[in-house]
């Protein structure tokens, strides 16, 4: 069906077709012959002075011009001022013959008879033109009466279609996000197991140049160990547990050995040490192969169970009475 976009009045569509072509500084008065009707306007600049409709019921151009001339004697009596005096310009929205013209010239009595004779039979009638002008350019004079339940229906109707565009983009958005992530994972994963099947061909390569190198480091280590007491302590240091045992004295014994002195948590932490120690001496360091518990003791301290331990590590060969503690 018609979908009403908006109702403007004729006297506003009027003004606005004939203002914003060619406004006129001077008053003047227009006259629009439409099918059913008869709009006056009397226009200075772009202000409007007066307004009269007149609803046409013949197409007899004798009763055109009756209503013509007592609409312009409705002005003079109103306004005060001879319409007679003001240029006239007349525009119709239907064709008419050059005898209606003649007898405008005849019963109009215009101070030197200036009105225009248009008509838009071939084109898009005035009044349309106004209108579609008043809907474009939303000029200040233009009075839309379309019915308020209809213009908040379609602004309900604006409303959830942007909200569904809305929703639409965001799911859309959501799909693309979610498929450009899974792409990326599967992407992700391909890599992996290439990277994998590679590491899985090179872990034996790897792992048997690491055996040579740690053998040659220790054999290198045998021939270049320095013995003192730094060195020995950071090798002990390398092998106590990350937490749970402290070395409180370190006593060293230049080529008779050394004695360590401190607590741990649990027996066991102490007795890891001693055990780890004398491992590393049979492979790496021959001076710890000889390490053993002085002596362990159990008491509390702040309601909690503490070892204080000693251990002793006899170099092999003669003792000298050089001594360092730390």
């Known amino acids: 069906g018609l979908d009403i976009r ?15 072509k060619k406004p006129h500084s001077y008053s003047s008065v227009h006259i629009h012959l439409d099918a059913a009707s008869l709009d006056l306007v009397v226009l200075r600049e772009k202000e409007l002075l ?36 003001l240029p006239l310009h007349i525009t119709t929205s239907f064709e008419v013959d050059e005898s209606f013209w003649a007898q405008c010239e005849a019963r109009l009595s215009f101070s030197g008879l200036s009105f225009e004779r248009q008509h838009s039979a071939s084109s898009a009638p005035l009044l349309y033109q106004g209108a579609g002008l008043l809907d474009y350019l939303a000029l200040p004079y233009a009075v839309d009466l379309l019915p308020t339940s209809i213009k908040d229906y ?7 279609s942007g909200v569904i565009k809305q929703l639409a983009l ?14 990326g994972v599967m992407q992700r994963n391909a890599y992996l197991s290439e990277i994998e099947q590679q590491a899985a061909t090179l872990r034996p390569m ?12 220790r054999l290198q280590e045998q021939v ?19 937490e749970g045992l402290t070395i409180s004295r ?31 001496g049979k492979t790496v360091y021959p001076q710890f192969a000889q390490a053993q518990s002085i002596y362990d003791r159990q008491r509390k301290e702040n309601a909690l169970d503490v070892w204080e331990y ?7 060969g003669k003792a000298s009475d050089v001594e360092a503690t730390q």
Do not use: W
């Open 224 to 242: 270049t160990r320095p013995d003192t007491p730094y060195q020995h302590l950071g090798r002990i240091m390398a092998q106590t547990p990350a």
């Open 154 to 160: 379609r602004t309900q109707q604006a409303a959830q």
């Open 310 to 316: 000693a251990i002793s590590i006899d170099f092999p």
């Open 6 to 20: 908006a109702l403007y009045l004729s006297t506003s569509c009027l003004m606005a077709s004939l203002l914003e």
């Open 170 to 183: 965001f799911v859309a958005m959501l799909v693309l996000i979610a498929g450009t992530f899974i792409q």
């Open 50 to 85: 007066y307004n009269r409709g007149v609803e046409l019921n013949t197409s007899s151009p004798d009763s055109i011009l009756d209503a013509m001339e007592s609409a312009l004697r409705s002005y003079s009596r109103e306004q005060g001022q001879l319409a007679t005096e």
């Open 206 to 217: 790897a792992e048997e140049v690491m055996q040579k190198r740690a053998y040659l480091q």
């Open 250 to 280: 370190f006593s060293y014994t230049s080529k008779e050995g050394i004695v360590l002195q401190g607590r741990a948590d649990s027996r066991e932490r102490f007795d890891g040490l001693i055990d780890q120690l004398r491992m590393v």
